[in-house]
C-alpha cells in the first residue's frame, strides 16, 4: 500500500520535526498551486493544505461553479466544480512521498466533496458529524451524522480500494474555535475520533485548539493523548494542534507572539502537527507569502522548543477528568456512536457554550478565571457532578461575554 498522509506524519514526527500546516484555499487554480508550491518549499516539514470555498462547503454548487464563469473572487477552491482535469493539473507535480496534501472544507454533508478528492487521487481530509454541523450547518444533527456515516464509509472504502491508508482529521477539538471548557473538546475530539473508526476508518488525527491558558492547554493535549490511548487503541492516530482561533491580535508582534505560544504547546505535548494562523488574520485572507512566514516561524519555534524526550500523556488533571467523564456518559448512552452523540446532545450531556443550533441545548455558559483558563460558570445537564459546581455565584452577562471573547487578543497585543 503507498504512503499515505498518517504516514507521511509518523515519519516526520519519527525524524523529530512538528508537521506545520496552512488554512489555505484560493479559487483560482493558478494562486492555488502556487500556494502548494510555496508551502513545498517553505524551510519547515510542511504539508499542503486545499480549503474549498463556502459555497462549496453548504452544497450550493451552482453558484460556486457560476462564481467561475463570472470570475467572482471565491473564499476557497471550489474542488467539485473545478472538476477532475483541472483538479490533476492543480496537483501535478505537487504531491508526492515528501508532500501531502489535505482538503479542509467544513461541510455537514461532505459527501460531494469526498468524491472529488478521492477522483483525484488525495487521501485525506477533516472534519466531524458534530464539529461540521454545529458550528456551521443549519441542517439537523441527525442529518449531518448519517451524512458523515456515508461519507467516512466513502472514503475508507474507495481510498484503501486505490492502494492507500486515507486519514481523517477530527475537528472535534475547535469547536466554534472559543470560549469552550477544554474537557468538552477533547471529549468531542475522542468522540469523533470513535465514530471514525465505527464507520471503517482506521488512521485518524485528534484536533484540540489553542485557548486562553498555555498550562490549561497543556494538560488538554495531554489529556486527550490519555484518552485516545484508552478508546482508540485499534487505529493510528497523531495529534493536531490549532493555532488560536477565536479574535486573534491586531499586530503582528501579537500575532507572532501567539503563534508562537501554539508551536511551544504542540512540542512540550507530544503533538505530531500544527494548523499555523497568519499575521493578517485579524483584517484579511492571508497571502501566500505571510502564509509561508507564519510556516517557517512556527517550524522554527518547534525545533528550539522541542524537548529531548516527549512527555507522557497526563491522567491526574481536571481537563482529563472532565473529558472521561463526557466520553464515557456519552457512550453508555447507545452502543452505536452516532446514536450515543444525538441522546447526548438531546439530553444535554454535551452542550456547547454560546452555540445557537438547535441541536445544542444553550444551557451551558463558560467563563475565563482569574488565572486565564476556561472553566464552567454553568453546567447546565452535563455529567459533571462532583467535578464541577453547578453554576458561578453570578452569570455570564454580555459585557463578560464580549471581554472574554478578546481576551487573547489584548494578552498577546499587549494591551493588559
Known amino acids: 500500500m503507498a504512503a499515505g498522509f498518517g504516514d507521511f506524519v509518523a515519519d516526520t514526527a519519527a525524524s523529530g520535526e512538528l508537521v506545520v500546516q496552512p488554512r489555505m484555499g484560493f479559487g483560482d487554480v493558478a494562486t492555488m498551486r502556487a500556494g502548494l508550491f510555496a508551502t513545498k518549499r517553505a524551510r519547515a516539514a510542511t504539508a499542503g493544505t486545499i480549503t474549498v470555498d463556502s459555497y462549496t462547503r453548504v452544497g450550493d454548487l451552482h453558484s460556486a461553479a457560476a462564481a467561475l464563469v463570472s470570475g467572482a473572487a471565491l473564499n476557497g477552491y471550489p474542488l467539485v466544480s473545478h472538476g477532475l482535469a ?139 493523548r490519555a484518552l485516545a490511548e484508552e478508546f482508540l487503541a485499534g487505529v493510528r492516530r497523531h495529534v493536531v494542534v490549532y493555532a488560536y482561533m477565536g479574535v486573534y491580535p491586531e499586530t503582528p508582534r ?23 494562523k497568519t499575521e493578517a488574520e485579524s483584517q484579511r485572507i492571508p497571502t501566500i507569502e505571510e502564509n509561508v512566514a507564519a510556516l517557517e516561524l512556527a517550524g522554527t519555534v518547534a525545533r528550539a522548543a522541542r524537548p529531548a524526550v516527549p512527555p507522557p500523556s497526563r491522567t491526574d488533571s481536571q481537563v482529563y477528568a472532565e473529558a472521561r467523564r463526557l466520553v464515557e456518559a456519552t457512550l453508555e448512552l447507545h452502543p452505536d456512536v452516532g446514536r450515543a452523540l444525538l441522546r447526548a446532545f438531546k439530553l444535554g450531556y454535551l452542550d456547547i457554550p454560546y452555540c445557537v443550533h438547535p441541536d445544542n441545548r444553550g444551557a ?41 471573547l478578546h481576551y487573547v487578543q489584548r494578552r498577546h497585543d499587549g494591551h493588559e
Do not use: K, M
Request: overall charge negative.
Open 364 to 404: 451551558a455558559r463558560s467563563h475565563i478565571d482569574g488565572d486565564g483558563a476556561l472553566r464552567w460558570a454553568d453546567v447546565g445537564a452535563l455529567p459533571l457532578d462532583g467535578l464541577v459546581a453547578r453554576r458561578r455565584s453570578r452569570p455570564v452577562g454580555s459585557a463578560e461575554l464580549l471581554d472574554a
Open 86 to 224: 483541472t483538479n490533476q493539473e492543480l496537483l501535478r507535480g505537487v504531491r508526492d512521498a515528501t508532500f501531502p496534501v489535505q482538503v479542509r472544507h467544513g461541510s455537514a454533508n461532505p459527501g460531494r466533496i469526498f468524491e472529488a478528492l478521492l477522483d483525484v487521487g488525495l487521501d485525506a481530509t477533516e472534519g466531524g458529524p458534530v464539529s461540521y454541523c454545529l458550528p456551521y450547518s443549519r441542517i439537523p444533527l441527525n442529518q449531518a451524522v448519517d451524512h458523515w456515516a456515508r461519507g467516512c464509509e466513502l472514503l475508507a472504502t474507495r481510498g484503501r480500494a486505490a492502494g492507500r491508508e486515507p486519514h481523517l482529521e477530527t475537528f472535534g477539538g475547535c469547536l466554534l474555535g472559543q470560549l469552550c471548557p477544554p474537557g468538552q473538546l477533547v471529549a468531542i475530539s475522542v468522540l469523533e475520533g470513535l465514530f471514525f473508526q465505527a464507520h471503517g476508518l482506521r488512521d485518524i488525527s485528534l484536533s484540540y485548539a489553542q485557548q486562553t491558558s498555555l498550562e490549561q492547554d497543556i494538560e488538554a493535549v495531554l489529556a486527550l
Open 254 to 276: 501579537g500575532a507572532a507572539s501567539l503563534l508562537t505560544a501554539a508551536a511551544e504547546l504542540a512540542v512540550r505535548t507530544g503533538a505530531e502537527r500544527l494548523i499555523v
